[in-house]
């Protein structure tokens, strides 16, 4: 033992020795020498040059890997301002056209901008614009294989009132979630009281991607979003609210959904940013798809039918992929450039604002189908809308005005032979006129688009309609402004129990009675049935064989009658809230109507 040691540092000595006279040598030449020639047994000399190299490696490989994603960012023409850093801060500019950044709060500033802006300005100035975000989608989403395409895509954000740093992170979002190659551009449309965004692009390199389109006038939506399609360069438009965040994931399961079929209408899933804190919270459940309304402006959501079920499980990933729906309803949508060009775009005729027009996209999916395309939802393209506070910037009034127009504008064009539905959905529209598209009435003819009865018979199959009704409307005692309500339970995904409640003519007391299946149903296919743990009141289950009732009326013709269900009959009870069914006695508190109410 002691002569290994003095062999150790005999050669140690003779090493340093050759160092001193030839400086070429360095640590790790050294090192390597000691190794290759064997000349040490010392077994914790060995793990220490082992240790040393793979450090070195390390590094070069880390170096390398630099090299290489700094030369292809150059390639792709990308400045500092598209780095994926947690640090990019917005550049504001002020009124006297110098740049700074976020500045402290003032007094009773916060309270301010959130009347102005809704949205926590200060906020959203502090965070940084490519900040990290959750990705809450399915683990089938992220773990499939997208396939690669050449298709581009256009982002059409409408500007109105969101602050700089809300719309800069928009772009941000975009540009750092979406492939160069797949990355068209971004078409910023600004009008009249939006925020002037030039300097702020600039002033981050944004030029080459942003393009801003502006409008001396103040425009609806659907007229906004029409003309800024006529600056977008890429094959896929995207529309996303102004006040929204792009989440990751995003650009590949929405470009292989148009590379299978370009004619595609798709609405993405959407998560939700705290307006105020700006934090991400996972929203809208993926698996559920609308269906219309009578009112033609609304739609409900239902869960994905059997029948749409099983033809997705014939294909591969089919959690992953995208779900065929009757209409769309969602703010970020998404549409073949070339078939929405061809189709005439959204209808402006109908009225709105420059952040919601009511109605404008469930008419565009009604005549997307029927002129051909397909109208999808994609559970595994996601992105986050910011949920702005104050309430909507249009008044209750002028809201129910708006889709009152926009109501009777779809139903003059294709709900003509159901105008006893829509009458009935919406009173009012009695003694509205509404006017046509000449326009949009021309492109229908020249590609000969279906009707609403083969968009009924062919997509929207869960649609309640026609000869299969015998009455709707609220189901209301005889006893009082009592109505059978849903209580939120017709789009869950468990059972639960319906109850007495003011009437009010909203949708969770709107119901329909069927003379194919005898069923009272909700809207959204969820029927009055049995309740499996209490023998004597009534629950809203799926519905399925034995949910069967009988309308027996008071007297011949009357609208007044007993609604029984396993030979008992539905009963109020002013002290109890729950739906009970009992032995029938044709008393006043088992007396019910169909009645239409306007909400």
Not at 335 to 355: C, I, P, Q, R, V
Not at 483 to 502: I, L, N, Q
Not at 568 to 575: K, Q
Request: glycine share 6%; charged share 20%.
């Amino acid at each position: 033992m002691n002569e290994l040691r003095h062999r150790s540092t005999t050669e140690e000595d003779r090493l340093d020795e050759i160092s001193e006279k030839d400086h070429s040598f360095t640590a790790v030449q050294t090192l390597l020498l000691k190794v290759i020639e064997k000349k040490y047994n010392n077994v914790h000399f060995r793990h220490r040059a082992f240790l040393y190299l793979s450090l070195f490696l390390l590094l070069l490989i880390y170096f390398s890997y630099t090299l290489v994603q700094a030369l292809q960012c150059h390639n792709a023409g990308l400045t500092t301002a598209f780095e994926e850093t947690l640090d990019q801060q917005p550049v504001f500019i002020s009124d006297s056209n110098k740049r700074g950044f976020a500045v402290v709060e003032r007094s009773g500033e916060r309270d301010l901008y959130l009347k102005k802006f809704r949205v926590d300005k200060l906020r959203s100035d502090s965070l940084p614009l490519n900040r990290h975000l959750a990705d809450y989608r399915p683990e089938v989403c992220k773990v499939k294989l997208y396939k690669k395409t050449r298709l581009t895509i256009s982002v059409v954000i409408v500007l109105d009132i969101a602050p700089p740093s809300v719309v800069l992170r928009a772009i941000f979002s975009a540009i750092r979630r979406t492939r160069p190659e797949n990355l068209a551009d971004i078409v910023l449309y600004a009008q009249k009281g939006s925020v002037d965004m030039s300097e702020y692009i600039y002033a981050h390199s944004l030029s080459q991607t942003v393009r801003i389109v502006t409008s001396p006038t103040k425009k609806t939506l659907s007229a906004a979003r029409n003309e800024a399609v006529t600056y977008a360069k890429g094959d896929i438009l995207v529309f996303i609210p102004e006040a929204s965040e792009i989440l990751p994931g995003w650009a590949e399961p929405l470009l292989e959904a148009f590379s299978d079929n370009p004619a595609l209408l798709a609405g993405l899933s959407m998560d939700e940013i705290n307006g105020e804190t700006f934090a991400q919270v996972e929203h809208v459940p993926w698996h559920l798809i609308s269906i219309p309304r009578w009112d033609f402006v609304t739609a409900a959501p239902i869960e994905i039918p059997e029948h749409e079920q099983k033809r997705r499980g014939l294909l591969p990933y089919p959690d992953a992929s995208p779900v065929r729906t009757p209409v769309l309803q969602f703010l970020p949508w998404a549409a073949g450039k070339e078939h929405f060009l061809k189709l005439g775009g959204l209808d402006e005729g109908m009225l709105g604002t420059a952040s919601e027009v009511p109605g404008d996209i469930l008419e565009l999916s009604i005549r997307w189908w029927s002129c051909g395309g397909e109208v999808v939802y994609l559970p595994c393209s996601k992105v986050a809308f910011v949920t702005l506070s104050g309430g909507p910037p249009l008044s209750g009034h002028l809201l129910a005005e708006n889709q009152l127009y926009n109501s009777g504008r779809t139903a003059t064009r294709w709900g003509s032979q159901y105008s006893q539905f829509y009458h009935e959905a919406v009173p009012k529209s009695r003694y509205q006129s509404a006017s046509h598209s000449s326009r949009l009435e021309h492109v229908i003819s020249s590609l000969s688009c279906q009707t609403l009865n083969w968009f009924i018979v062919n997509i929207a199959v869960d649609w309640n309609f026609g000869g299969k009704l015998i009455r709707q409307g609220a189901i209301k005692s005889t006893q009082g402004n009592a109505c059978v309500d849903a209580m939120g339970h017709d789009g869950r995904y468990s059972p639960g129990r319906p109850e007495f409640y003011s009437c009010h003519g909203g949708y969770s007391q709107r119901w329909v009675y069927l003379t194919s299946n005898k069923q009272i149903r909700t809207e959204t296919g969820k029927c009055l049935s049995s309740d499996p743990y209490w023998h004597d009141v009534i629950t809203l289950d799926y519905c399925g064989e034995g949910h069967q009732w009988r309308w027996e009326p008071v007297t011949g013709g009357s609208n007044i009658g007993y609604l029984i269900y396993k030979d008992l009959c539905l009963e109020y009870r002013p002290e109890n809230h729950l739906l009970f069914y009992v032995p029938c006695k044709q008393t006043a508190s088992q007396q019910f109507t169909f009645e239409i109410i306007p909400p």
